[in-house]
């Protein structure tokens, strides 16, 4: 049994869509180039995993699990930031139930904004900042990832990500972190992060542990 080859995502909008907040030529090479990456160094490690399960080597299993983590991840995440993000205008509005889950942990939309902005800047070198629900204690976490982990490896489920590798926005912001993620609010896609919150909902109550 084989698992399944990967494929790029179609893009919901065109790369110059989220401009000025995000330039075309950095979606672009984002998407074409990083993205697309991830998944064909995932599909390329397959090809490696079905030879060692072939041969029964379990070391050279084990050796490409680092790989798959990496580049899965990159996949899963990327697949999620795209959804995540809308033309300005166009992002439609937070459903009733989040904006209530989000006002009772955070206050309100501007608070929840500034602690995922404040914890998501601090990132040392390259990672993500979520916003993910936790299924155990159905509640809302902001939290944050190094590298390409995806939030799953915290046990909880992904609403909102926003990628700080610099490949995200180094050729706009330069090194100004913190002026990419003030910008950045303007093209969320709130209807997307409400569905997710939805579907989120619905899964299962013991995944996690946090309360
Ligand atoms: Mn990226």
Redesign the pocket.
């Known amino acids: 049994m084989s698992f399944k080859k990967q494929t790029l995502p179609e893009l919901p909008y065109d790369f110059s869509a989220l401009e000025p907040v995000i330039s075309g030529q950095i979606m672009e090479v ?1 998407y074409t180039k ?2 697309n990456g991830y998944v064909n160094n995932f599909n390329a490690l397959l090809d490696k995993v079905e030879e060692a399960e072939a041969k029964n080597d379990l070391q050279k299993l084990i050796s490409l699990q680092a790989g798959l983590k990496f580049n899965g991840g ?1 996949h899963i ?2 697949s999620i ?1 795209w959804t995540n993000l809308a033309p300005k205008g166009k992002g439609g509005d937070l459903s009733k139930e989040l904006e209530k889950a989000i006002s009772s942990k955070y206050g309100s939309l501007e608070n929840m904004i500034k602690k995922f902005t404040s914890t998501t800047v601090a990132i040392q070198g390259s990672g993500w900042g979520w916003l993910g629900y936790c299924p155990g204690g159905d509640t809302l976490r902001i939290t944050t990832c190094a590298n390409q982990d995806p939030l799953s490896t915290q046990g909880l489920v992904p609403l909102l990500g926003i ?1 700080v ?1 610099e ?2 926005y180094y050729l706009q912001y330069k090194s100004a972190r913190p002026d990419y993620l003030k910008a950045i609010w303007d093209v969320i896609n709130w209807a997307n992060v409400s569905q997710r919150y939805a579907a989120a909902k619905g899964q299962c109550k013991a995944c996690c542990s946090c309360k």
């Open positions: 984002h990083h993205h990159g995440n990327h930031f990628d590798w490949h995200a």
